[in-house]
């Protein structure tokens, strides 16, 4: 019988939850990321709407432009990882202040988690783990399935997130990501509003069956990003969710209501790739990067990222 891997009771350390990052992508991939190790960056204009002014002093979500940098990704940690795979994909922007400092802003496009806690993931992770050298696990590899129902069934309050079907994009231009977590913007006289926040491309939503993906190149997707900017610019707006009183802010598998108030922050328009990919390729972005006028929320999982994604940063820095 399959048995159910979650053996980290307490919190994990950064370096036990990149460990079995790495095992359920057959193995470390030298220095490439621990989880979306294929990716592309693209400079663009983020442009406040001034709506969110009123909630937050953040610099970006006030009246000026600001330049952005994105990195989209495949969110699966082997960089061989075709972009036909089922996994979620990642939108990193970095929004280069108006002070010279900078804030990150990560979305997938999934709107929650799979793990209300870094226990909880690092238990998934070993479910979903290929067996030894076998590439990952979408690539030649695949998890038991035995454990991994085994692990739902211990957790069952996370079925519905794990059982997420992320959308096959036809472009990375053509997809919705979520940043997740709530944070909480901070007024001029220090009044909180919890918030979260999803950005939706203005070309509308548009995906690929499975069938239709097997047919496209392995990097279809970074490939098509750059032949659409040759025609244009490509825009996302940015939505943002307005919590009420009883909103949970620190569980990342449960959405607020639809209903909920939403304002436009601003739209991002990408121009075209970096010129220098090496070096955004080597860049680490980071969720828990706020700014003045944004606060974390209690949610242990953003909290958590931080360290995770230095122990990856550091482990791609030296070569492993
Ligand atoms: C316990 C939860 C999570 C862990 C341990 C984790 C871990 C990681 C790690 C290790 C990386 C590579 C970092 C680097 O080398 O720079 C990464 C990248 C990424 N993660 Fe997560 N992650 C978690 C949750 C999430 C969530 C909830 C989101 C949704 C917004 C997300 C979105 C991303 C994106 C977009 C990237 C790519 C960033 C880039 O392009 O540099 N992750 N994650």
Redesign the pocket.
């Known amino acids: 019988m399959a048995t159910v891997a979650n053996t980290f009771e307490e919190q994990p350390s950064a370096a036990q939850?990149?460990d079995s990052?790495e095992r359920m992508s057959g193995g470390a991939h030298a220095g490439c990321?621990?989880?979306?190790a294929r990716?592309a960056c693209f400079t663009g204009m983020f442009t406040p709407t001034g709506d969110a002014a009123a909630l937050t002093t953040a610099g970006h979500l006030q009246k000026q432009r600001v330049p952005v940098t994105v990195?989209f990704?495949n969110?699966d940690g082997n960089p061989q990882v075709p972009d036909s795979a089922p996994v979620t994909r990642?939108?990193?922007v970095r929004f280069h202040l108006p002070d010279g400092r900078s804030t990150d802003l990560?979305?997938?496009t999934v709107p929650v988690?799979v793990?209300s806690t870094?226990a909880e993931?690092v238990g998934l992770t070993e479910a979903l783990r290929p067996d030894p050298g076998s590439g990952g696990t979408w690539g030649t590899g695949h998890p038991d399935m035995g454990r991994v129902q085994a692990f739902v069934g211990a957790h069952p309050h996370l079925a519905g997130p794990i059982m997420q079907q992320p959308p096959i994009p036809e472009s990375y231009g053509r997809t919705a990501f979520?940043?997740?977590?709530a944070f909480l913007w901070v007024d001029a006289d220090g009044r909180k509003q919890a918030v979260r926040y999803r950005w939706e491309p203005a070309a509308g939503r548009s995906e690929l069956t499975a069938e239709e993906a097997a047919g496209r190149a392995p990097d279809y997707l970074t490939v098509e990003l750059h032949e659409r900017l040759a025609r244009g610019r490509v825009t996302f707006m940015l939505y943002v969710q307005l919590a009420e009183d009883d909103d949970p802010t620190h569980d990342?598998t449960v959405a607020w209501p639809e209903e909920r108030k939403e304002l436009t922050a601003g739209w991002l328009e990408l121009t075209g790739p970096v010129d220098d990919q090496g070096h955004w390729e080597g860049?680490?972005?980071d969720?828990t990067r706020v700014t003045g006028g944004i606060e974390l929320s209690d949610d242990p999982?953003l909290a958590?990222?931080s360290f995770?994604?230095a122990?990856?940063?550091h482990r791609?820095s030296e070569k492993a």
């Open positions: 939850v990149v990052m990321r621990r989880s979306s990716g990195r990704s969110s990642g939108m990193a990560l979305g997938i988690f793990a870094p993931f979520w940043a997740i977590h990342p860049e680490r972005f969720p999982v958590f990222r995770a994604y122990e990856s940063f791609r």
